[in-house]
């Protein structure tokens, strides 16, 4: 699903294949919450995280979050213009928000929220095309990139 804009780079799709192998290393680890992501920007990866939450007791330490925080660190600024942001599931409401607050452009995602555990959003009735049309189209996105390599984790029929 898109919203018809966005075509992936190549340093995006390494970096879309690596935070699908991240997940899914976690996955085989045992692990609880299994959410990972990066930040590309000027064509080469700044940021990667992975879901904090169960590890810190911080509900807002989702994957997204964290490689934001990172990223903007490393660059030494709040404004991510021009940034993308690569998540192995759709990002929910938090990390949507977030990205727009540090004025990333860009979300490229793997599992998408039409085919996820519907826990995994607070308000599952706000869609990602929700959210682009409340920013006046500020963002563009793609989702179902590699969502096959990642389903075992996120589906709505999958057992934790």
């Keep these: 699903m898109t919203n018809g804009k966005l075509t992936p780079t190549d340093v995006e799709r390494a970096a879309m294949r690596a935070v699908t192998d991240h997940a899914c290393q976690l996955k085989a680890e045992g692990k609880s919450i299994i959410f990972t992501s990066a930040v590309v ?31 903007t660190a490393a660059l030494g600024t709040r404004d991510l213009t021009g940034a993308t942001l690569i998540a192995s599931c759709q990002p929910c409401e938090m990390c ?17 929220q039409a085919n996820t555990k519907p826990e995994f959003f607070r308000f599952p009735k706000l869609t990602i095309q929700d959210y682009h049309a409340a920013c006046d189209g ?3 996105w793609l989702g179902g990139v590699d969502e096959d390599r990642v389903s075992h984790i996120y589906a709505k029929d999958v057992t934790a």
């Design 41 to 71: 920007m000027d064509g080469k990866v700044v940021a990667t995280a992975r879901n904090e939450a169960a590890d810190t007791n911080d509900v807002s330490r989702h994957a997204e979050v964290v490689a934001i925080a990172r990223a």
């Design 96 to 112: 949507l928000a977030t990205m727009r607050w540090a004025r990333i452009d860009r979300v490229i995602f793997a599992a998408q």
């Design 138 to 140: 500020a963002f563009d």
